[in-house]
């Protein structure tokens, strides 16, 4: 079909088809109409996993009757392997399904094991379960059964397992919509990124106290419900939006032929480079020699682009692994910050109370308002100052975001001191379950710092990995980019783990006691801070010498 974007006569897309498999036009798909059901899908997901993920360890110290130490681990375990799971389905879905069809299967696993998870809560514990003249459940006389932790941590991770697939492809799918070949279009893909965090961040404003409140004070099982039913009405509405969506062809190479067919071209290009400097070196000493270092026909067959694509995939992982400790502050934010802000005095008025998890909801609602001003008033000067498009190069996002959350890890260790030096004040040290006299505003900086810095930084990581990648691996890129958030998690395990044996072994009392007004948060926070301050001076030492992906040649209408 010939292309007539002045006469107004269609469009046809070349390797873009409909979730069929039939021709599509680029007037009447993609574009910001299918972005918006992939978002609202999204939103939703997002709703659901941080419903689960914001308060579960609360659940797990309290009707699980697990320790501080051991459910911040598996809270970490589980969010770690939930973020790195993506590179597997990434690789799936870029290898053997498409994007369309992965989100599909995953969507329906997904609300599978929100149903498991809601069921694993209502059922019933041991018998024999109310203390001696109470009429409520004691925890810790009544644990939990075998079936019922076994069908929780079943459900759990099955919902990672789904979200692996889920997630990358859905970011890279919504960023699909929008050419980057076309100018206009281009320069809206770099917007999408920022709006996708703000539709991520907008519904968790309220979500976190709706949900913790109700899984805290009505019934877990219908705070895990909740969830349930979000998933399974925007799955209905991703559906809706099907005859809009621009499919891309998988490429007649799987992505893990591709990925190594790129490594061994790295492999073969240092080789070639090892002979070829000591053939120099010989010929110096005997210039006699006729020596000539000489590619294989394999090598001989590398064409510039092919050896591009392996360069510029090895100069991502100096940024990805300078990264980890700014995910290493945000692991921090999805459990030790909702166990400190359970001490603290949380009433409004007479009758309500904050749940501890929902300050998550503060942490939504700057990085909304923060997403506003940075797209709408913040990128529009810069780019008149830059001449960037996006007004900012994707690393200085990445890296305002991270110095921003050394900050945060400072802010944090103070604030964690004063709620010590309450406890000692009031001689509440010795009563763990008694409300401090300090109220909960006094976390209120440091959420605040946090959302800034996730709607900076996470921006940018976003859309860095996703425009670096090679065209085929797109959805691999977004992965990378969430796994960083799984090595986050995992190393805030292992060093959870670590720490907690070791200060008991020395000291008698962890630094993650299961009373927080003898353990001692500060230090670790202190520890997290100095990894991070280090990796990023390697971010700052990389981001210099980092070299952008050339662009396609884009199409001016």
């Excluded at 599509?24 to 978002?39: C, E, H, M, P, Y």
């Excluded at 299961?514 to 990894?531: C, E, I, K, S």
């Amino acid at each position: 079909m010939e292309n007539y974007p002045l006469l107004g006569k269609p469009v046809a897309m070349d390797g873009v088809l409909d979730y069929r498999g039939r021709t599509i036009t680029k007037q009447d798909s993609g574009r910001w109409v299918a972005a918006s059901f992939i978002l609202v899908m999204e939103m939703a997901e997002r709703v659901a996993f941080n419903g689960i993920m914001f308060n579960l360890i609360t659940y797990m110290t309290g009707p699980l009757g697990e320790s501080n130490a051991s459910a911040a681990a598996a809270v970490t375990v589980w969010s770690g392997a939930s973020m790195m799971l993506p590179i597997l389905g990434a690789l799936v879905s870029d290898s053997f399904f498409s994007r369309y069809r992965t989100i599909i299967v995953s969507a329906v696993l997904y609300v599978l094991g929100l149903g498991l998870l809601s069921l694993s809560a209502v059922l019933p514990n041991r018998s024999n379960c109310y203390s001696e003249g109470e009429e409520t459940m004691s925890y810790a006389a009544c644990p939990p059964t075998t079936l019922r932790v076994t069908l929780f941590y079943f459900s759990l991770y099955l919902v990672a397992f789904a979200q692996g697939g889920h997630r990358p492809c859905s970011q890279a799918f919504g960023a699909d919509q929008f050419d980057e070949t076309d100018s206009e279009e281009s320069m809206w893909r770099s917007s999408f990124f920022n709006w996708w965090i703000f539709g991520l961040s907008l519904p968790m404003i309220v979500s976190p106290i709706i949900l913790s409140y109700v899984q805290e004070n009505v019934n877990w099982g219908i705070g895990f419900g909740i969830p349930c039913v979000l998933m399974s009405a925007s799955f209905t509405v991703f559906l809706m939006g099907s005859r809009f969506y621009r499919c891309y062809t998988l490429k007649e190479k799987s992505s893990y032929a591709q990925i190594s067919q790129l490594l061994a071209t790295l492999v073969r290009i240092q080789r070639f480079s090892s002979v070829k400097f000591k053939a120099k070196a010989q010929d110096e000493h005997c210039p006699e020699s006729s020596h000539q270092p000489r590619l294989g026909a394999s090598e001989e067959n590398l064409n510039t682009d092919q050896i591009e694509e392996a360069k510029g995939l090895l100069r991502l992982f100096p940024i990805w692994a300078s990264c980890v400790g700014y995910t290493l502050v945000l692991a921090q934010y999805e459990t030790f910050f909702t166990k400190q802000g359970g001490t603290l005095y949380r009433k409004i008025g007479s009758n309500f109370q904050i749940p501890a998890a929902g300050l998550q909801g503060l942490n939504s609602a700057v990085v909304t308002l923060t997403i506003v001003i940075y797209d709408r008033i913040a990128v529009p000067l810069a780019r008149n100052v830059t001449g960037i498009p996006s007004g900012f190069t994707m690393l200085q996002r990445i890296g305002t975001g991270l110095l921003i959350s050394i900050f945060v890890m400072v802010l944090s260790a103070l604030v964690e001191i004063k709620r010590l030096e309450t406890a000692r004040e009031f001689g509440l040290v010795d009563e763990p379950n008694s409300v401090l006299p300090m109220s909960i505003l006094w976390l209120f900086p440091q959420y605040i710092l946090m959302g800034i810095a996730t709607a900076i930084g996470n921006g940018g990581l976003q859309e860095f990995f996703y425009d670096q990648m090679p065209d085929a691996l797109k959805s691999l890129g977004v992965a990378l980019c969430i796994s960083l958030f799984g090595i986050g998690n995992l190393i805030n395990s292992f060093l959870v783990y670590v720490i907690d044996k070791v200060t008991m072994s020395i000291t008698g009392e962890s630094w993650f006691s299961n009373n927080l007004n003898r353990a001692h948060l500060d230090y670790f926070y202190w520890l997290v801070d100095g990894l991070n301050v280090c990796l990023f001076v390697l971010f700052i030492l990389s981001a210099r010498s980092y070299v952008y992906k050339k662009k396609k040649e884009i199409c001016v209408i």
